[in-house]
Structures are given as C-alpha cells and as structure tokens.
C-alpha cells in the first residue's frame, strides 16, 4: 500500500495539472459511500479534538504556535487518508471529467 502525501504523486493523476487535479478528487469525493465520509469525519474529529482541548487551556502567543502546529498536523496526517479513501473512485472520476471536459 502507498502512502501518497500528494495529488501530483498519484500515477493516474500525473498528466493533469493541479486545477485538474483537484477536479477530479472533488469528483472522486463525491462519489464516496455514505459510511465512508462517515469513517473521514470521525478522524477528522479524532485529530482535531484533543489539540484543540489543549489550546482552550493555553493563553498568550503559545495559542498561535499550537494553531499553526495543529493545521500543520491535521493536513500531514488527513490529507493522505483522503487520498486512499478516494483511490478506489479516482478511475471513474477521471472518465467523468474527460466526459465533462468535451
């Protein structure tokens, strides 16, 4: 199993450039099954919570720092997971934009 951290590492999406790219996933985000965006929400709210309960007990500058390293962390680590949910969709999803695209 790869691990892609990026859209542009994904070997079908390789000749697209990046707005196409991301038309493609919005695509292939689409076309997620019900429990599936379920599944993508509940680790989204595993990795948001707990840093933000740490940030409400923080106070001054270190607010800022622990925002910045918490957006830092929840793209690193939820972007990839994103990319393999919607691996599996990324074929139809690129019959369907060069569809729309003639």
Known sequence: MTIYFSSNKIPEL????LHQRQAILA???AK???PEKLLLNIIKLILLI???LFIANLQGMAIVGSIIIVMLAYFTFLRP????????HLNSA????KKSEH
Do not use: C, D, R, S
């Open 14 to 17: 390789i000749p697209y450039n």
């Open 27 to 29: 695509l292939a985000q």
């Open 32 to 34: 997620l099954t019900a």
């Open 50 to 52: 707990p840093p933000f």
């Open 81 to 88: 997971i994103m990319l393999h949910v919607t691996l599996k």
């Open 94 to 97: 690129i019959n369907q934009y």
